[in-house]
């Protein structure tokens, strides 16, 4: 069974940073994606990054220029770095890791962020 485990979510301030951290069960090498998504309340679950086995990265238009997606081989996981946070942010974080038989999503980590 695969485990996703996301952290490194919280409160802070308009215009500050945060990073998540997404941990799985195995390497993440073994996925052919893994991505961000996020839910604000009344609204659907959004893609806000991805990053494909080959390194490719894709963006929501509402991030480019803000987020980064990287991949920590070291410590095998998959980050969001999230600079100049806007209160839209807020929402919980999903992340999700992608193969072909099935996705496997975390519990999900709560991005607050205040005006």
């Known amino acids: 069974q695969v485990h996703v485990v996301e952290s490194g979510g919280g409160l802070v301030q308009a215009g500050g940073s945060l990073r998540l951290s997404c941990a799985t069960s195995g390497s993440i090498f073994s996925f052919d994606a893994m991505g961000w998504y996020r839910q604000a309340p009344g609204k659907q679950r959004e893609l806000v990054a991805s990053?494909?086995?080959?390194?490719?990265?894709n963006y929501a238009d509402s991030v480019k220029g803000r987020f980064t997606i990287s991949r920590d081989i070291a410590k095998n996981t998959v980050n969001l770095q999230m600079n100049s946070l806007k209160p839209e942010d807020t929402a919980v974080y999903y992340c999700?890791?992608?193969?072909?038989?099935?996705?496997?999503w975390g519990q999900g980590t709560q991005v607050t962020v205040s005006s």
């Open positions: 999700n890791a992608h193969r072909m038989n099935g996705d496997y």
């Open positions: 990053i494909i086995s080959g390194g490719r990265t």
